[in-house]
């Protein structure tokens, strides 16, 4: 069967065929068709089966025409179904599209429970350069998954200096959630600990997570001012969890302060705490 026979099958697919072959005519299409044959696959992509949407989703990213995709994908992007979402955001990246609702598309979908597509969205805001929904991006920092808050963690460093993103990052140190907000304080530039510091004074030994007292304790180790070595020697002393005492003691045993040796000489017959507390 010669290419402009296979074409001809597929527009009768697509026009009288059942789901699965509606789907796979539109994706064929997308593979041998042309210019032309972009109309097509816009019709196709307002199917009322999801199938068939997600195919004219592959056919549009396959057939490589711009224009067609980059008014199709957007509302493709924001579909009920997640793998039409899924397949819409690919063929975006395929695409290379930038239009600025393919950049909202991909700021919806820094929040969508489908974590492929967190990521795909992430991808497409690193390549396009641009952050998308900001606090969406700031909160995937705690996102579980390494893949999504790795990617997050790039795109927030690479765009530090973007007022709204460093808000953002500001607003999460102080507020957010653990996860987003452990990663927000050892990201944070050291020019706005001062504006936090009574909070990171308080939080190093109420807050109830030990992950965010040792991220509060680095934050204050690079702080030149009494009160903050202060704080951390006291934290020291009261501090319960091994893990958050064998990181102080190596944060603060450089000052040579003596305020180091009651503290570590408690901790030396402790698996975790005790080589750190030797060394200090």
């Not at 290379?96 to 492929?116: I, K, N, Q």
Request: glycine residues 8%; proline residues 6%.
């Amino acid at each position: 069967m010669t290419t402009e026979h296979q074409i001809a099958f597929f527009l009768r697919e697509l026009e009288t065929g059942d789901t699965w072959r509606r789907a796979a005519a539109a994706k064929g299409l997308g593979k041998l068709g042309d210019t032309e044959h972009a109309a097509v696959l816009v019709r196709a992509a307002a199917d009322p089966a999801p199938e068939v949407r997600e195919g004219a989703a592959v056919g549009l990213g396959r057939l490589g025409v711009v224009a067609a995709g980059a008014k199709t994908l957007p509302a493709l992007m924001d579909d009920d179904d997640p793998w039409v979402r899924r397949k819409a955001s690919l063929a975006s990246l395929r695409l290379g599209l930038r239009d600025r609702e393919v950049v909202d598309a991909y700021g919806r979908l820094l929040s969508d429970p489908d974590h492929h597509l967190r990521i795909n969205a992430l991808e497409g805001l690193r390549e396009l350069g641009v952050p998308g929904d900001v606090p969406a991006l700031v909160r995937l920092l705690g996102d579980p998954a390494h893949g999504i808050w790795g990617l997050a963690w790039h795109i927030v460093h690479e765009r530090e200096k973007d007022p709204d993103v460093e808000a953002e990052l500001v607003r999460t140190a102080q507020w957010g959630e653990e996860a987003a907000r452990v990663r927000a304080l050892w990201m944070l530039p050291d020019q706005h600990v001062d504006r936090l510091l009574l909070s990171l004074l308080r939080d190093l030994t109420d807050d109830p997570s030990a992950e965010v007292r040792s991220a509060v304790a680095f934050r204050l180790t690079r702080v030149d001012r009494p009160e903050a070595q202060d704080a951390l020697f006291a934290a020291l002393e009261a501090e319960p969890a091994p893990e958050m005492v064998s990181r102080l003691l190596f944060w603060l045993r450089r000052s040579g302060d003596e305020r180091l040796l009651g503290p570590a000489s408690r901790w030396l017959s402790d698996e975790r705490a005790g080589p750190q507390a030797a060394g200090a």
